[in-house]
């Protein structure tokens, strides 16, 4: 397995939860990283990257402000920081690794895939 998203779970609206994704990537530091969701019944979505070096990070319009984006490139991790958390965020959660796609807002410009971490947000 080379990406291993944790740290879903249930949280009331308003709540906040901190996902991981733990990478097993020889050259970690040299793949922009993205974490995308995927809702009941709904196409997967892109929720927010960061860059390589972590100087940049771009975000979905409806997580703006709420979401942040991290990366550790010594440990080989990238977080999301999910506070404000609304029922429409309820989804999977998904870490993805993107080596030279010029994109990151297509699902084919990604080369790995974490597993999925399940998060649920109650009204």
């Known amino acids: 397995v080379q990406l291993q998203a944790s740290g879903g779970g249930l949280v009331q609206a308003g709540g906040s939860l901190r996902l991981s994704c733990a990478a097993s990537?020889?050259?970690?530091?040299?793949?922009?990283m993205a974490w995308w969701r995927q809702a009941p019944g709904k196409e997967r979505e892109f929720v927010a990257a960061?860059?390589?070096?972590?100087?940049?990070?771009y975000y979905r319009d409806s997580v703006k402000g709420r979401f942040t984006i991290s990366r550790d490139n010594a440990k080989n991790m990238v977080f999301l920081q999910m506070n404000s958390l609304k029922p429409e965020d309820t989804a999977v959660y998904y870490c993805?690794?993107?080596?030279?796609?010029?994109?990151?807002?297509?699902?084919?410009?990604?080369?790995?895939w974490g597993q999925g971490t399940q998060v649920t947000v109650s009204s």
């Open positions: 990537l020889r050259t970690f530091s040299r793949y922009n």
């Open positions: 960061i860059n390589w070096s972590g100087g940049s990070t």
């Open positions: 993805g690794a993107n080596l030279f796609g010029e994109s990151y807002y297509f699902e084919h410009e990604y080369d790995h």
